[in-house]
Structure formats: C-alpha cells, structure tokens
T-cell receptor, first 114, second 111 residues
C-alpha cells in the first residue's frame, strides 16, 4: 500500500524568507509525486509533479520540489515566501496501477507573516 | 477551457436522508475521481470512474456509490446519511492520469 507523511501540521515563516514543507512517501516501484495547495473554501490547486527525470521540479507560483529517492522524500520549497502563500499544502503519491488515484498526506498549514 | 464544476456547492441534510452530488469534468477528460475531506481523516479516496466504468474504489461503506455518464459527467450518492458523512466532497478530473484537476467541492452538512 502507498502512503504519504507530512510530519509538520504547521510551518511558520516570515515573508521574504525561504520556506520548506516536508513530505516523505512509501510506494512500490517508482513514484508519481504531486503537490497541491488549498485556499479556504476552495478545491485543490495543482502546484507541481514528479514523474521521472530531474530531481528538482519547478512548478507554479515560484514553488519547486526536490525528489530524493534514497530518503523517499519530496520536499516543497520556495526561495522567498509571500504572505499570499499562506494556505494548506498537500503532498500526494500515485502508484503504478495505471489509475489516477492519489493518496494524500494529512496536509501542512503554511503561515507566512508580514 | 472551463474547469471542473460541482453542484451544489453547499448542502444541508438530516440523518437518514440520501444525497446526490454532481460533477462535470473538464471537457475531454474521461477520468473522474471523488474524494472526501474531513478535519479528522483528511483527504480520502472514494472512487474513480473512467468511460462509465468504476475502475478503483476506496475503503468506504456501500452507502457511498457513484456513476459516470456517457458525457463523462459523474454523480455520487450517499444513502442513509450519518453525522460523520459531513465533509467537503471533492471531484477531480484527469486526462492522462497524471495530474488531477479539482473542482471547488460540495460542502455537505448532516444534522
């Protein structure tokens, strides 16, 4: 069975500082990994994905994620946080079943202070 | 191109009733997945439909069911509602099976 762990319920960072939201995964075979963001009373918005290739993946709104196979991690990063980045972030994994089913982590609330 | 739409956006029901939620995927997307989001359990997969066939199902009781029509629109039904069914129900559509595009969700409150 596949699983995702987001060890931090909340991450606090000051505007302009770099941010990291952590994610580790467990899946059989090579993973398909995703990051989504959710703003209040909204659905999930796709940020980026890792399928294969470069370990550093660039996504929307200046976010990027680093895939580390040996540590089974896929941490989300941004060099300079904005107050508007404050939201709930979800890491997700899809296995090789060929289906679209995503297994999500429990989410990490990112709070960026002015 | 229009995004994923879900109707209704908000719904209030009482225990024992049943409810039907609707999802219209992005044009051309044939895969539709449903997820339940609650504060306690987070995001949990309900089921996925592709070309009118359910091809994957999560660990939910039989009170939860769904279907997909020939135009890829999908509905999910919950019968004999329980208080614990109160949640945000999210629908997502996919073209290639990689990234999923989510709708705004239907907020179901069971009293």
């Amino acid at each position: 069975a596949q699983s995702v762990a987001q060890p931090e319920d909340q991450v606090n960072v000051a505007e302009g500082n770099p941010l990291t939201v952590k994610c580790t995964y467990s899946v059989s075979g090579n993973p398909y990994l995703f990051w989504y963001v959710q703003y209040p009373n909204r659905g999930l918005q796709f940020l980026l994905k890792y399928i294969t290739g470069d370990n550093l993946v660039k996504g929307s709104y200046g976010f990027e994620a680093e895939f580390n196979k040996s540590q089974t991690s896929f941490h989300l990063k941004k060099p300079s946080a904005l107050v508007s980045d404050s939201a709930l972030y979800f890491c997700a994994v899809r296995g090789l079943s060929g289906y679209s089913t995503l297994t999500f982590g429990k989410g990490t609330m990112l709070l960026v202070s002015p | 191109k229009a995004g994923v739409t879900q109707t209704p956006r908000y719904l209030i029901k009482t225990r024992g009733q049943q409810v039907t939620l609707s999802c219209s995927p992005i044009s051309g997307h044939r895969s539709v997945s449903w997820y339940q989001q609650t504060p306690g359990q987070g995001l949990q997969f309900l089921f996925e439909y592709f070309s009118e066939t359910q091809r994957n199902k999560g660990n939910f009781p039989g009170r939860f069911s769904g279907r997909q029509f020939s135009n890829s629109r999908s509905e999910m039904n919950v019968s004999t509602l329980e208080l614990g069914d109160s949640a945000l129900y999210l629908c997502a559509s996919s073209l290639s099976g990689d990234e999923q595009f989510f709708g705004p969700g239907t907020r179901l409150t069971v009293l």
